[in-house]
């Protein structure tokens, strides 16, 4: 007797189990109505020249539509080689339809780096991009992200 009622117990929990695991299939299928990521694609100037002001821009979707409401969208630029202190962080200025904003003036030549941190809607994302500064030649990093990409996220 005692072995049947075991036997009923466990037939009872697998099925209480198998019906939470049903919802765990549905939970999927809701999982796939997500909200798509956040995107940042930066456009930056073809020939950057020491002492000569510079644009860079910022595009900022979700999925087809222009984020207008982002948290913040900052540049961070740094020359190759330089020290954590050495980073400088401008914030963007929006200008509409998801464009951000922002000039700056390298001072020296040579091989420079930036990240467009963007946050918005609960998401980071953080492309990174290496770049020349008047005429020297650099050879890309393997870890670079494509700035029409996501880029990393925290």
């Known amino acids: 007797m005692k072995k049947q009622l075991l036997f009923l117990g466990l037939f ?15 939970n999927a299928e809701e999982e796939d109505g997500m909200e798509p990521m956040l995107a940042t694609k930066v456009v ?29 969208v900052k540049f961070e630029f740094w020359a190759e080689g330089a020290s954590e202190e050495d ?21 020296e030549e040579g091989a420079y780096y930036l990240f467009a ?5 609960d998401m980071h994302v953080m492309p990174k991009k290496k770049f020349p500064v008047g005429d ?11 700035m029409e990409g ?5």
């Open 12 to 26: 009872i929990t697998a099925i209480v189990l198998s019906a939470c695991g049903g919802d765990q299939s549905g």
């Open 44 to 72: 930056m100037p073809e020939d950057i020249q020491p002492n000569e002001e510079v644009t860079f821009q910022a595009k900022v979707t979700q999925g087809e539509e222009a984020v207008e409401d982002a948290d913040y």
């Open 87 to 107: 980073h400088e962080k401008i914030e963007a200025e929006h200008k509409g339809d998801g464009v951000y904003e922002v000039s700056y003036t390298f001072e």
């Open 117 to 121: 941190h963007t946050q918005a809607r």
């Open 136 to 146: 020297v030649e650099i050879t890309e990093d393997k870890k670079d992200d494509d």
């Open 150 to 154: 996501n880029g990393d996220s925290h």
